[in-house]
């Protein structure tokens, strides 16, 4: 499909009952208000094309730039369009799933080591939500490999800015549903650092108590290899 295309279609899937709702949610003009649903049928449609996601992003319409996230190729993405592309985000979703996207890319784990030590929020946000996408995705990692940091959730999570530590914490779960030894670690900080309070705003939107989350998680996973 052609960009003015994907446009069109895109503006045509919006709603004003959407648009509020993301707007809400901190995303920015300008943008159609296109549901996720909607989202992956285009997706469906195109599949993979790289060219067509990087001038998506180029659009800077929010609901063109979700969609970009879901048609790159994670091997084709640079570490200049990378480091590019985060600084252009101040949505939490949008960045969420641009990580989601990228987790499996050669050059995640270095872009994720650079991201988790910035001070910006959003930057730092990039890292830890990377970081977490690793911990579901990436079977091969040893234990050894998350240990930094879940040292520095358990030191500095309260110091960070908002979206940087919703990120933290959300890391700190994925890393505790890896395997028996990290969800003992896991929960061991967890109880130690207590709540985390993150401010989402006029939503509905509450932080989840990693301590509960790993262990139902857990739990299902186990339940799954009796079956």
């Known amino acids: 499909m052609l960009l003015e295309e994907v446009m069109r279609q895109l503006e045509e899937y919006g709603t004003e009952q959407n648009r509020k709702t993301y707007k809400n949610h901190g995303a920015k003009e300008p943008l159609f208000g296109v549901s996720f649903a909607n989202l992956k049928l285009l997706k469906k449609k195109i599949k993979k094309d790289h060219d067509l996601a990087i001038s ?17 190729e994670p091997k084709k993405v640079t570490t200049e369009q990378l480091n590019k592309w985060v600084q252009e985000v101040d949505y939490y979703c949008l960045m969420d799933v641009l990580m989601t996207a990228i987790c499996t890319s050669p050059i995640a784990i270095e872009r994720m080591e650079e991201w988790t030590k910035s001070d910006d929020e959003w930057i730092g946000r990039a890292g830890w939500s990377l970081l977490a996408n690793i911990a579901i995705k990436n079977k091969t990692l040893h234990d050894e490999f998350f240990t930094p940091y879940l040292e520095e959730i358990k030191a500095n999570i309260h110091n960070e800015k908002n979206r940087k530590k919703e990120a933290m914490n959300s890391a700190l779960i994925a890393i505790g549903i890896r395997n028996e030894d990290l969800e003992r670690k896991a929960i061991e900080i967890a109880r130690e650092i207590g709540k985390v309070q993150v401010d989402h705003g006029a939503t509905s939107c509450k932080t989840p108590e990693a301590e509960p989350y790993i262990q139902k998680a857990r739990e299902r996973a186990k339940k799954k290899k009796v079956k």
């Open 56 to 72: 998506l992003w180029k659009t800077k319409n929010m609901d063109a730039m979700t969609l970009a996230t879901m048609i790159l």
